[in-house]
């Protein structure tokens, strides 16, 4: 059977960082051993086309020290997809400026974990990157681009959203807020507990509320909050499901095809090199944990919700990890507000 | 699940399917829930912990939560009341019908990795 492509397809083109963050997923530093020479990245930009799929989102480790990204990057919008670039903006030159306007992406987005530089660099790894993140966001502001910020929040930088976004108040960029999940680097003794990221919540809704969109467009990740009986809805466009496999598609810089790079190892389901992408995304069995989803599949609390069949049971990366098993993701309003009533009474 | 359970699905399919200002009517009149005094006192720390006052946790928690505060059209009679409940009746029975096996479609370049200025026009 031929699918409907993926809306877009998420490429780690590189393992290699510069920095060394304590939540990175990946917990990339290095460059794999195998990764993609540049003709099977560029052979790789024409399969995705070729599956339908409308767009790439760039990243790494980080993409930019990827010597042939600008070579991905063209091929990319070449062949008529939508590209965006996630740097983390450390030692971005002018050259590598210069060669992000020539591409023209749709966005470019770069990572700030904290308002202050001890924070940010802390969480980082690497002196300076603070200093460093804030220049490039600078330039990429004032060159027009359309220009992203990603927090990404666990316990120690919770307490820094009010300065982050102080900071870019004004500034027209997007500002995502997601959460840490304890993949890569990231312990289990970071994660925000329930009532944290309740707190997280919160913090988004009431900014939705107090700014215009003028001032500072900001919005959840898309796999936060699900159906909160109190709170407004946190993202952009509705949640309507865990889309690993459906709606994206993450690649590994040595090919690994899964349904989406936030789930782990265990989620590959092929690799480029062996059988042809074309093939793997068309495979029924491909990523069937979220294509195929059936009630007995769910956690008892989920199957026992509403909005279960829109919701299936919340982001698979963040059930799996923080529940032992897909479809019951602890992470959702729904369930934490029944909580927190319970506790009140 | 009854009928009744399948009104906010409804509504939120609604939402999936673009039609955000009747989304933003129903959902505020019915799939609000009044927030008790002690559940605010519960929630207001909660916001304290990223720098919220109680009176923008108040705000947020009852923007979409009160169902006294109906609008006045709703109260014009019963026969507007009929036609009202004959629509949700027709959207609890699509909502009842929502496929397990959903295949939907996408929406280029936005979501999956990261939001640009663009999705929020
Ligand atoms: S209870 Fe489960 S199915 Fe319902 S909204 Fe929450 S995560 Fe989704
Ligand atoms: S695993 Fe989570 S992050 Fe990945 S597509 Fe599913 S909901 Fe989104």
Redesign the pocket.
């Known amino acids: 059977m031929v699918r409907p492509g993926p809306g877009c397809a998420v490429w780690e083109i590189t393992l290699k960082c510069n920095l060394n963050c304590m939540h990175c997923g990946s917990a990339a530093g290095k460059a794999r051993s195998d990764e993609l020479t540049t003709d099977e990245a560029l052979q790789l930009c024409d399969d995705l086309k070729g599956i339908g799929c409308q767009g790439v989102a760039m990243m790494g480790g980080e993409p930019l020290l990827r010597k042939d990204w600008p070579s991905i990057a063209e091929r990319v919008r070449e062949v008529g997809m939508d590209l965006s670039i996630i740097t983390n903006g450390y030692k971005i030159t002018e050259s590598k400026f210069q060669r992000i306007f020539d591409v023209n992406p749709e966005l470019v987005t770069v990572s700030i974990d904290g308002g202050h530089a001890a924070i940010h660099d802390t969480i980082r790894g690497v002196p300076g990157s603070f200093k460093q993140v804030v220049a490039t966001l600078r330039r990429l502001v004032k060159s027009g681009l359309p220009t992203g910020v990603i927090t990404t929040v666990h316990k120690m930088n919770l307490g820094e959203l009010p300065t982050i976004r102080k900071f870019l108040l004004g500034t027209g960029v997007a500002w995502q807020i997601q959460m840490a999940t304890p993949y890569g680097r990231l312990t289990y003794d970071h994660v925000l507990s329930k009532e944290e990221y309740y707190s997280l919540a919160l913090f988004i809704a009431a900014t939705r509320k107090r700014y215009s969109k003028k001032e500072l467009m900001i919005a959840g990740?898309?796999?936060m909050g699900y159906f909160s009986r109190v709170l407004p809805p946190l993202q952009v466009y509705p949640w309507q499901?865990?889309?690993?496999g459906i709606s994206?598609l993450?690649i590994e810089s040595n090919g690994n095809i899964l349904?989406?790079?936030?789930?782990p190892p265990e989620y590959v389901e092929g690799n480029i090199r062996e059988r042809p992408l074309k093939e793997i995304w068309n495979d029924d069995a491909f990523s069937s944990y979220?294509r195929r989803v059936r009630r007995t599949d769910l956690g008892s609390e989920c199957a026992s919700c509403t909005y279960s069949k829109i919701c299936k049971g919340?982001?698979?990366?963040?059930s799996h990890s923080m529940a032992g098993g897909l479809h019951r993701d602890p992470y959702c309003l729904r369930l934490i507000e029944e909580g927190l009533k319970k506790s009140n009474s | 699940m009854s009928l009744m359970d399948m009104i906010p699905v409804g509504i939120e399919l609604l939402r999936l399917s673009g039609r955000d200002g009747v989304y933003a009517i129903l959902s505020r009149v019915f799939k609000a829930q009044p927030t008790p005094l002690a559940y605010r006192r519960r929630i207001r720390p909660l916001g304290a912990s990223v720098g919220l006052s109680e009176a923008e946790v108040d705000e947020v928690i009852s923007g979409s939560s009160n169902v006294t505060v109906l609008p006045s059209w709703l109260k014009w009679g019963l026969v507007a009341f009929i036609v009202v409940v004959l629509i949700l009746s027709a959207i609890a029975v699509t909502g009842s019908y929502v496929p397990w096996y959903t295949n939907p479609t996408y929406v280029p370049g936005t979501d999956?990795a990261s939001i640009r200025p663009k999705d929020f026009l």
């Open positions: 990740a898309h796999d499901g865990c889309q690993a994206t993450g349904g989406c790079l936030a789930l979220t919340g982001c698979s990366a963040v | 999956y």
